[in-house]
């Protein structure tokens, strides 16, 4: 059976940007990449895809653009003590991380943190990365290119910052945008917890005071 145009393209992006993730000591799963760290963090790469106009509620069809013929690069660190369902987990995609970086972090600039630039020459930057953009196309000739420009001077270099869960405690404190729904002042003193330091733990408690 032949494969629909856009799922060619998008296995396209995914081929141009799987060599370097591979090197780099990733797996692949479909268009999901997982690196696991001795820290127990877990470092995530996914290529999204828009939905086809019909997966739209029709609630949603007249005030949310049609996606279908486009994607977007998300970028997520993953630790076990901040999940929500508390459940092991074989294979972590973006969604199930609480430290997550991707093109709603350029439309919206949240925090010091944010991993897509939102000031500068935004002409001279990838489609993917210009503000008012996190959307690109999957039919740009160059997307493939485009894809992993952001990724490499971006993705991979944003992700380099979380090594270990001491990272992530640093970025809470100073204030970086941890993504679109951050882990709070309790769920991080829970990872402290979790991990045996209850001290650090108070610690990050009361200060909320």
Do not use: Q
């Not at 127990?40 to 939905?51: K, M, S, T, W």
Request: a negative charge.
């Amino acid at each position: 059976m032949t494969k629909p145009e856009d799922a060619v393209r998008l296995a396209e992006i995914a081929a141009s940007i799987a060599p370097v993730l591979k090197e780099t000591g990733y797996s692949k799963r479909g268009h999901l990449w997982n690196r696991r760290l001795e820290s127990g963090l877990v470092h995530v790469v996914e290529i999204d895809a828009g939905p086809r106009g019909w997966a739209l509620p029709v609630s949603k069809v007249e005030t949310e653009p049609l996606r279908y013929g486009s994607y977007v690069l998300e970028f997520g660190v993953y630790a076990a003590e901040l999940d929500f369902m508390d459940r092991g987990r074989a294979w972590i995609p973006a969604v199930a991380c609480a430290v997550l970086g991707g093109m709603d972090d350029l439309t919206f600039g949240r925090g010091d943190g944010r991993l897509w630039p939102t000031s500068g020459d935004d002409e001279a930057a990838p489609a993917l990365m210009r503000p008012g953009r996190p959307w690109a196309s999957l039919w740009e000739d160059d997307a493939g290119a485009v894809a992993k420009s952001a990724m490499m001077s971006y993705g991979l270099p944003w992700l380099s910052r979380f090594v270990d869960h001491d990272d992530i405690v640093a970025a809470f404190l100073s204030g970086d945008s941890l993504g679109l729904v951050p882990p709070n002042r309790a769920r991080i003193a829970k990872m402290l917890a979790r991990l045996g330091r209850d001290d650090e733990a108070l610690e990050i408690l009361d200060a909320a005071d």
